[in-house]
């Protein structure tokens, strides 16, 4: 295994540095303390830069294969890759009274501070890439401002807003702030507008996800046609929930090239 090269780790707000548990490549962070982003740059003259969130259910970040793997992966394609490490609705907040928690939208604050981080370097097409519920949060960023466009994997878009839950009767998650987050962001859904992108999207699912139901993406689907937005869309029929860059061993192995071909597109644009 190549070594694993140091990130540039750049604090957004105040609080303690984050500390990642267990070992590479199978780190996950389990109580954000701050907003960071763990930068990894490309090793030639950079066409892009890529903001990645990682996945975890908004319990923890799955740093390593959704975060880490997936920047080196783009490094491979010419991009400038960012990790971002946020904090997670619900859980204590260390800097305020006791018994307080983060609210509901601290993922979305701390990804709009990755943002204006990202605006002032140097200009370069900005792709936002996220997988499980990092496709989410990827997904609600693409709506707050244009940008080159959003490859999305296996996300719980929307099928998780208690009004349209599937399977119907599915109890709300816990903790609460975490429901309020999915309530607020049902992301393609035509009756809530502000949660349609406003950018191309790349969307990768397995058919038969019992985690993350594909009537997520179908959902997305029909919102973004009446957008006019491109959508590419890929579903794979024996992929499980959370393939990332591993265990393609069936139809889904083609997603990442479908992927590099899209961004190729999305770069040249």
């Known amino acids: 295994m190549k070594p694993l090269p140091e990130p ?4 957004l707000c105040g609080g303690a540095p984050n500390r990642l548990s267990g070992d590479w490549p199978e780190r996950c962070c389990t109580a954000p303390t701050r907003a960071e982003l763990h930068s990894y740059p490309c090793p030639t003259a950079a066409r892009g830069r890529a903001l990645i969130c990682a996945g975890g259910g908004y319990l923890q970040l799955v740093h390593d294969k959704e975060g880490v793997e997936i920047a080196l ?7 400038d890759a960012h990790v971002l490490l946020h904090r997670l609705p619900g ?7 006791p018994g307080s928690v983060w609210p509901y ?14 605006a002032g370097l140097a200009p370069l097409p900005l792709l936002q890439v996220g997988l499980s519920s990092g496709g989410h949060l990827a997904a609600v960023l693409a709506c707050q401002s244009p940008c080159a466009g959003a490859l999305i994997a296996y996300a719980p878009l929307n099928a998780n807003h208690r009004d349209h839950k599937v399977p119907a009767g599915k109890p709300d998650f816990a903790p609460p702030e975490k429901q309020a987050f999915y309530d607020a962001w049902p992301i393609g859904l035509a009756e809530a507008p502000h949660g349609l992108p406003r950018c191309p999207l790349f969307l990768a699912y397995a058919l038969h996800d019992a985690i993350v139901p594909v009537e997520h993406a179908l959902n997305l689907l029909r919102g973004m046609a009446r957008t006019g937005q491109a959508v590419e869309a890929h579903l794979f029929p024996d992929a499980a929930h959370g393939f990332a860059l591993r265990a393609l061993h069936g139809a889904h192995a083609q997603w990442p090239r479908l992927a590099e071909r899209w961004i190729d597109e999305r770069l040249a644009a």
Do not use: F
């Open 73 to 79: 992966w783009l490094n491979s394609l010419g991009l």
């Open 8 to 11: 540039r780790i750049t604090a």
């Open 105 to 118: 939208d601290i993922a979305l604050q701390d990804g709009r501070r990755a943002l204006d981080h990202l």
């Open 91 to 97: 859980q204590p907040c260390q800097d305020a009274a």
